[in-house]
């Protein structure tokens, strides 16, 4: 998989060197580029001087900062094994959430508040994407990414490994109310379709952000950082506590 950007190539190159093939960076940068290409050679990964034009091409017009990485094929975590981890208190599961951006947004707000695992769907819903992970600014390297084949099986699962789970919905029970002690999963759906019937039936409790202004829903990225930061709030952690 090729990704892009200096962060999304800085922070794989930090978190997971083997998995690089080679990083190319464009000629007439590698002057801003000095850190990042002392930070590839110190980890063994093969470092290409390209025109900037080549990268242009090999990134089909993306914002690529002067700096490209082709890695081995994203592997995804394995859904029961992180669940099983007992530090794992903290779960995003993504319903229809089907644009890059805001995947990639979800899981900067996971890596800063110490979200243990993003779970998404097979299908209907954006996977690790090159867009998503330029859009993660490399959270993506450090954040565990599931794929389930069913959401709503995987719902049960984490209930029988003694997680509540929540489904984030405008009607719900205002965050502030809920007590986020414990094993929490919180499922989020898209703007547009939100929840599916079959999802939100396995959920335990609903729940929603508390507004007072004119527009009556949240970005999902930016309703995933408000509950997360109140769970974080809650439980008297730091930022930056393991999920």
């Known amino acids: 998989m090729l990704i892009y ?3 999304p190539v800085f922070e ?28 590839a050679r110190r980890n063994g990964v ?11 091409r090999m990134t089909s017009g993306g914002v690529h900062n002067g700096v490209v990485a082709q890695l081995s094929e994203t592997s995804y975590a394995d859904f029961d094994e992180v669940i099983g981890r007992a530090e794992t208190t ?28 993003v779970v998404v769907p097979e299908h209907d819903s954006v996977g690790l994407t090159p867009a998503a992970v330029k859009a993660s600014a490399g959270a993506s390297q450090w954040v565990a990414v599931a794929q389930v084949k069913n959401l709503a099986r995987a719902v049960e699962s984490l209930k029988e490994k003694n997680f509540w ?3 984030a919905e405008a009607q719900g029970d205002a965050i502030p109310t809920i007590d986020f002690s414990g094993r929490v999963a919180v499922v989020l759906g898209s703007e547009g379709k939100g929840i599916r019937r079959n999802v939100l039936d ?9 507004m007072t202004g004119h527009v009556d829903s949240l970005n999902v990225a930016t309703a995933a950082a408000v509950i997360a930061y109140e769970v974080v709030r809650q439980r008297g952690l730091g930022l930056g506590a393991g999920g």
């Open 5 to 7: 950007g200096y962060n």
């Open 90 to 117: 903290l779960v995003f599961l993504l319903d229809q959430v089907q644009d890059p951006q805001n995947l990639g947004s979800i899981l900067r707000v996971a890596d800063v508040f110490g979200v243990g695992l």
């Open 165 to 167: 789970v929540y489904a």
């Open 12 to 39: 794989a190159i930090r978190a997971q060197p083997q998995a690089i093939h080679f990083v190319a960076v464009a000629r007439d940068d590698q002057g801003k580029l000095g850190k990042l290409i002392a930070e």
């Open 46 to 56: 093969p470092v290409r001087h390209l025109p900037a034009e080549q990268l242009q």
């Open 202 to 210: 396995h959920c335990d409790r609903r729940i929603s952000v508390p």
